[in-house]
Every structure is written in structure tokens, then in C-alpha cells.
Nanobody
Framework: QVQLVESGGGLVQAGGSLTLSCAASGSIFSPNAMAWYRQAPGKQRELVASMTSGSQSNYEDSVKGRFTISRDNAKKMVFLQMNSVKPEDTAVYYC???????????WGQGTQVTVSS
């Protein structure tokens, strides 16, 4: 079992910055991937950014150049630095963990990010 707890969400003005954190606990094995997803009201959950335990990263096109994913493997944490945020970034952000290549996917409870215009 893996538990994921997100923090750092809140209200931010457009053009501002916010950092999300996710702490993992339980049975964490390598190789693995940790990711941030988001879900806006009335929309499907979408991948924002992911990073493997080997530091390979991937970003959704709309956040490239604005968001940065990072990890601290020793502390079992993943972060999402959000810069130049836009109102369309408003969503619940979820942390995700999966042991590679075919492990069970675990989710956090989500943290709300609201960007005001």
C-alpha cells in the first residue's frame, strides 16, 4: 500500500506562482513514476507532469515552460513548481504513484488550486 498526501494548494492571482508538494509513504519501490494530474469542473482528469525515479520527465503541452516537476527520492516527495499561472490552471491537483512498469496506481486526495484573473 502507498499513501500520498498533497499540500500547497490555494488561491493565487494570474501571473503568480505556487508550489505543490506530495509526500509518499508505505511500500515505495524503484523504478517508479510519480506524477501530477488535474481535474477542472466538468472536465476529465489530465496529466500535468510526470517524473520517473530515474529523473525522466514529461509535461502536458500547456504547462511546458511554466511548470516544473521535481523529486526528492530520499524523502519520497514530489513537487510541482507552478509559475506564470493562468485562470485555466484552476483545478484540483492530484498526486499519483506507480511502480514501473506495471504496478498499481495510487492517488492522493487532491489539493485545490484556484487562479483568479
Amino acid at each position: 500500500q502507498v499513501q500520498l498526501v498533497e499540500s500547497g494548494g490555494g488561491l493565487v492571482q494570474a501571473g503568480g506562482s505556487l508550489t505543490l508538494s506530495c509526500a509518499a509513504s508505505g511500500s515505495i519501490f524503484s523504478p517508479n513514476a510519480m506524477a501530477w494530474y488535474r481535474q477542472a469542473p466538468g472536465k476529465q482528469r489530465e496529466l500535468v507532469a510526470s517524473m520517473t525515479s530515474g529523473s525522466q520527465s514529461n509535461y502536458e503541452d500547456s504547462v511546458k515552460g511554466r511548470f516544473t516537476i521535481s523529486r526528492d527520492n530520499a524523502k519520497k516527495m514530489v513537487f510541482l513548481q507552478m509559475n506564470s499561472v493562468k485562470p485555466e490552471d484552476t483545478a484540483v491537483y492530484y498526486c499519483n504513484y506507480k511502480k514501473l512498469p506495471y504496478g498499481t496506481v495510487y492517488w492522493g486526495q487532491g489539493t485545490q488550486v484556484t487562479v483568479s484573473s
